[in-house]
């Protein structure tokens, strides 16, 4: 296996430099020129400026601005950060050892760099806090979602644990708070089709032969509200939201489903209530027996009224 050319520039706000590798062809007679083409979303006149700031750099250093073109070669930069609003909820330290970090992630953060979220995300943040540049994730939990979220520290064992995850080796149990409703006979497995396609938000059960599986189980129920238990024994996006909204349980605080409403990136109030709580799997690096629980509690359960934002009563 061939290894990965290691970047000369140390990582920046924990996020690893872009790399880019020039094409065979010398069609453009600078970088500049290859670099203005190659990225679109930056306009020339920002790239004109990180050149002057050197801030594209080869394997001997810095590029100056007219450096010529050279083919089959390797660049790295940091790109340009968005601005992000904080997401102010701690991340809870589940369990750490010299292969895995487990981590209770708090609602509204996403796992890993994507779209308008880079700095403030989970993956970024542990790396900047416990000063682990290695650090990477075994799996991925919605932003919304909270729970158990476990990263691997070296990068030799990445992919045993990445790849435990990928072949559903892993046992997962979830949490859900969401109405109660007495003519719902639970247990129950729930197996339908479920599509996502590219570029639409929300994903949709169509006809055909089942693709997704979830166990429902009743825990309990108080007030109208339910608390549910939800073994997947599959891993499509948004399965467990769908599973439930199908049932007529939708998940307190979904915004997607059943019906999709706009809220702002920054709006942290009335966060869904599903929880990552239990992962059990056999370590594919030690072979050892391994379980973790989460230590959070879904607060429309714990503490109904301040989920809804309602002002404390009086006395």
Known sequence: MRRKLASPLPQRHGLDAVRLRTPAETRWATMRDHLVERLPRVEPARIDAMLRERRFVDRTGPIPPDAPYVPESFLWFHRDLPVEPPVPFPIGIVHHDEQLLVVDKPHFLATIPRGQHIVETALVRLRRELDLPALSPAHRLDRVTAGLLMFVLNREHRGAYQTMFRDRRVHKTYEAIAPYDPQLEL?????????????????????????????????????????????????????????????????????????????????????????????????????????????????????????????????
């Open 187 to 315: 247990p129950r497995t729930v197996r339908s089709r479920i599509v996502k396609e590219r570029g639409i938000i929300c994903a949709t059960e169509v006809p055909g032969p089942a693709n997704a599986e979830t166990h429902v189980e009743l825990l309990e129920h108080r007030d109208g509200l339910g608390r549910y238990r939800l073994t997947p024994a599959t891993g499509r996006t948004h399965q467990l939201r769908l599973h439930m909204s199908g049932l007529g349980v939708p998940i307190l605080g979904d915004d997607f489903y059943p019906l999709l409403t706009e809220k702002r990136l920054d709006d942290y109030s009335r966060p869904l209530q599903l929880l990552a709580a239990r992962l059990a799997f056999t370590d594919p690096v030690t072979g050892e027996d391994r379980s973790f629980r989460s230590g959070i509690e879904l607060a429309a359960w714990s503490d109904p009224a301040a989920w809804a934002g309602e002002p404390p009563s009086p006395g």
